[in-house]
Nanobody
């Protein structure tokens, strides 16, 4: 049984930093790309960042480029999303999701497994 568990969310002031973690069990972790999505009430879920299986390729949506960094530790089966310079518009529920493949596609309907989500709130 595959489990995807996010941690590290919370409340932070604008300009601050948070690191989200996503630990995946129940599959061969190093064989899959992993992505982060976020969603606010009344809006569609959107892609934030992704890292491919060997960490040689990453993706960040334009609004977080230069502020967010994604990394992975395959030995710990964990993905990290380092979020710096947080803005109020980064406030959302953040979801970790496992791709069906080794590379990032970030197609919501084709993500294989999802976490329950974790809240990030940035106060201005």
């Amino acid at each position: 049984q595959v489990q995807v568990v996010e941690s590290g969310g919370g409340l932070v002031e604008a300009g601050g930093s948070l690191t989200l973690s996503c630990t995946v069990s129940g599959l061969s972790f190093g064989d899959y790309a992993i992505g982060w999505f976020r969603q606010t009430p009344g809006k569609e879920r959107s892609a934030v960042s992704c890292i491919n299986w060997n960490a040689k390729m990453t993706y960040h949506t334009d609004s977080v480029k230069g502020r967010f960094n994604i990394s992975r530790d395959n030995a710990k089966k964990t993905i990290f999303l380092q979020m710096n310079g947080l803005k109020s518009e980064d406030t959302a529920m953040y979801y970790c999701a496992v791709e069906e493949s080794t590379y990032c596609r970030l197609e919501i309907a084709r993500m294989a497994f999802w976490g329950q989500g974790i809240q990030v709130t940035v106060s201005s």
